[in-house]
């Protein structure tokens, strides 16, 4: 059965701060990797991630893919309290383009 | 804003009754998946449909089912319904001509089966 897992389940971090959030994934059939942001309800794409060893990035966050080693991370430098959600880490799996979801990172930011 | 509407936003429901769900995809998407979000768990694959098929099931009974229409709409019906269905369902839309792109989601509909 296909399965991601991220850690830490949950993190608080005071502004300012660099976080790095983890994405492990043991799949049948990789495509790729895909973060997102949860603030509410409607989860927000960051990066798709195909190739391992090229980092994205996009302002102050940024993510990084190993096939190899079958992980991925996502930094956060110079945190705000706007970060301060759930970061959910996905794998496309198999020719149905189905997402298989970790139970995601809940990222407190505070003052 | 992603261009992927679901409703209703939120709906109660007594336990035995079936509800519909629906989701407007963003213009010019295909494709269409289903995820059932519970509490303090990431999104659990239902199904998807590509061009009105289903192409893909996750692990849910066939009391889940669903439709997409010409427009690239869709619904997701759930009979019979249990406390357990209570939950965020998320749609989320895609293009996929070759390889995967990112799939956009819409705000949900928050079921509460009581």
């Known amino acids: 059965e296909d399965k991601v897992v991220q850690s830490p389940l949950s993190l608080v971090v005071h502004e300012g701060d660099t976080v790095t959030l983890n994405c492990s994934y043991e799949v049948t059939n990789f495509r790729s990797l895909l973060w997102y942001k949860q603030e509410k309800k409607a989860p927000t794409f960051l990066f798709m991630l195909t190739s391992s060893g090229i980092e994205k990035k996009s302002g102050r966050l940024s993510s990084i893919l190993d096939k190899k080693e079958l992980f991925s991370i996502l930094n956060i430098t110079a945190t705000q309290t706007g970060d301060s959600a759930i970061y959910l880490c996905?794998?496309?799996?198999?020719?149905?383009?189905?997402?298989?979801f970790g139970t995601g990172t809940r990222l407190q930011v505070t003052l | 804003e992603t261009g992927v509407t679901q409703s209703p936003t939120h709906l109660i429901k007594t336990r035995g009754q079936q509800v519909t769900l629906r989701c407007s995809s963003q213009s010019g998407h295909n494709t269409v998946s289903w995820y059932q979000q519970a509490l303090g768990q990431g999104p659990q694959f239902i199904f998807q449909y590509y061009r009105e098929e289903e192409n893909g099931r996750g692990n849910f009974p066939p009391r889940f089912s669903g439709l997409q229409f010409p427009n690239y709409s869709s619904e997701l019906n759930v009979n019979a319904l249990e406390l357990d269905d209570s939950a965020l369902y998320l749609c989320a839309s895609s293009l996929v001509i070759q390889g995967n792109t990112e799939a956009f989601f819409g705000q949900g509909t928050r079921l509460t089966v009581v």
């Open positions: 996905a794998v496309y799996t198999g020719t149905a383009s189905k997402l298989t």
